[in-house]
C-alpha cells in the first residue's frame, strides 16, 4: 500500500534526499526488486492495443513474463544487474489489510458486472486495475523464467522490501527497488522508484537518500517508523483525521506514538482526535524495527549465461512468445552478461569535502613566506 503523503513530506523538508536521473545512470550497479511490486506493474501496464491483458491461445496472461524478460534485459543492457525479491508469508498484523483489499476488488468486480454492456475500454480498464492481483502460479512463472534468464532470485521469509533493505544495508546490492515508501522503515541506504516503469513513460527513476531523509525531517529512526504508521501503514489503521502534515506536526511535538496517544486521551477539549480501540501500532514498530529477513551473508547472488533452448522452450513453445524476439533478447542478455558489471568511479575513490581548515591550512601553505628572515651564518 505505501505511506500516504510521506513521499511529500521528505520532498519538503528533505529536498536533498532526492535524486532524478535514467536509467543509463546506474550503470555499474546491482539492485535488489520488489518482485512482487513490478509484477503487478506489468499485470497492469503490460497490455494488448484493446486495453486488455497479453495472454496465449490457451487464454493464460502473459503480461507478468513479457513485463519481467523485456523490462531486465533493459537493466542489463544498461550495464545494471537486477536481483529480484520475492513475497514469503505476510505478517499477522497484515491480515486485516489484506482482507479489505479482496472486499475493494470484489466490489470493483460487482461494479464492472453493472456496466459491462455499455462500459467504454477506459471504464473497463479501470476496473480491471482494482481486480489485479498476483497469483501465486504467475510468481512461479516469473521464477523459471529468471532462473531460465540467469538472473538470480531470493525467496523471502516475509515481506519483500524488507529483504531488499537488508541486502542494500549489507552492501550485497547498491539500492532497494520498490514503489512502495514504507520500505525506507527498513533502513536502505538507497530506495529507487520507477525503475521497471516502461520509459516509454518518460519518468525518471527516484533515488532517495535514507540518512539524507531523516536528517532533514530532524528525526531518529523509532520517530519515522512512528510518523509512518501515523500516515498509514499495512499493518493498522490510522488515527481519523489526522493527515501528512498534521502527523509531521505531532510527532516533532511529542517525539512518539505513545505520547502522542497520551496526549490526545487528556486533552479531548483541544483535539478531535480519536485513537482506534486496541491499537497495535507497537506490533507494527516492531515489524519494521526487527523485520523477518535471511541474513544477507547467507545469500549467495550469481548472475550466470542465460539458458537459450530452455528460454525458447518455455516462452515460445510453452507461453506463445515470438521465438524471434525471445532469441534477439537472450542474445542481448547472453552479451549484458558476459560483458559483466563495469566498475564506477565511485566505486574505487570517495570524494570527501574539505573543511574550512583543512582550506585554510592548504592556502598558507601555498603562500610565499614573504617576512622571512634569512638566518646569517
Given amino acids: 500500500m505505501g505511506v500516504k503523503g510521506l513521499n511529500q513530506l521528505i520532498k519538503e523538508h528533505s529536498p536533498h534526499a532526492y535524486k532524478e536521473f535514467q536509467l543509463k545512470n546506474l550503470f555499474g550497479r546491482k539492485v535488489a526488486i520488489d518482485a512482487s511490486m513490478c509484477l503487478y506493474q506489468f499485470l497492469i501496464a503490460v497490455r494488448q492495443s484493446d486495453g486488455q491483458q497479453l495472454t496465449n491461445e490457451d487464454g ?217 480501540e486496541n491499537w497495535p501500532f507497537d506490533e507494527a514498530r516492531q515489524l519494521f524495527l526487527k523485520p523477518e529477513v535471511l541474513p544477507a551473508n547467507e545469500i549467495e547472488l550469481k548472475w550466470k549465461e542465460p539458458d537459450v533452448d530452455g528460454l525458447i522452450e518455455y516462452m515460445v513453445k510453452e507461453k506463445g512468445f515470438s521465438q524471434d524476439r525471445i532469441k534477439s533478447g537472450a542474445e542481448k542478455l547472453k552479451k549484458g552478461l558476459k560483458a559483466g558489471v563495469q566498475g564506477r568511479l565511485d566505486g574505487f575513490f570517495k570524494v570527501v569535502p574539505s573543511s574550512k581548515d583543512d582550506k585554510k591550512r592548504k592556502a598558507e601553505k601555498t603562500k610565499a613566506p614573504a617576512n622571512k628572515k634569512v638566518k646569517k651564518k
Avoid: W
Wanted: negative net charge; glycine residues 6%.
Fill in 60 to 276: 493464460e496472461t502473459t503480461s507478468h513474463l513479457s513485463g519481467i524478460f523485456y523490462r531486465t534485459i533493459r537493466m542489463v543492457e544498461n550495464n545494471i544487474k537486477p536481483v529480484y525479491v520475492f513475497d514469503g508469508k505476510p505478517p499477522v498484523l497484515k491480515g486485516g489489510e489484506l482482507e479489505k483489499r479482496l472486499l475493494r476488488r470484489e466490489e470493483a468486480q460487482k461494479q464492472m458486472d453493472q456496466i459491462k454492456d455499455e462500459a467504454t475500454v477506459a471504464e473497463v480498464m479501470k476496473y480491471e486495475k482494482r481486480l489485479v492481483r498476483v497469483s501465486r502460479d504467475q510468481n512461479e512463472e516469473a521464477k523459471k523464467l529468471l532462473e531460465l534468464m540467469g538472473i538470480p532470485y531470493v525467496n523471502a521469509p516475509c515481506e519483500a522490501e524488507a529483504q531488499c533493505a537488508e541486502l542494500a544495508r549489507t552492501g550485497k546490492v547498491f539500492a532497494a527497488a520498490s514503489e512502495d515508501m514504507d520500505t525506507l522503515c527498513y533502513e536502505p541506504p538507497q530506495l529507487l522508484r520507477h525503475l521497471t516503469f516502461a520509459e516509454a513513460r518518460k519518468m525518471p527513476i527516484d533515488q532517495i537518500s535514507y540518512k539524507e531523509a531523516i536528517e532533514g525531517l530532524d528525526m531518529t529512526k523509532e520517530q519515522f517508523i512512528d510518523l509512518c504508521i501515523l500516515l498509514g501503514c499495512d499493518y493498522c489503521e490510522t488515527i481519523k483525521g489526522v493527515g501528512p502534515v498534521t502527523a509531521y506536526k505531532l510527532i516533532k511535538e511529542h517525539g512518539s506514538l505513545e505520547n502522542i496517544i497520551k496526549y490526545i486521551k487528556e486533552n479531548p477539549e483541544k483535539t478531535k482526535y480519536k485513537v482506534p
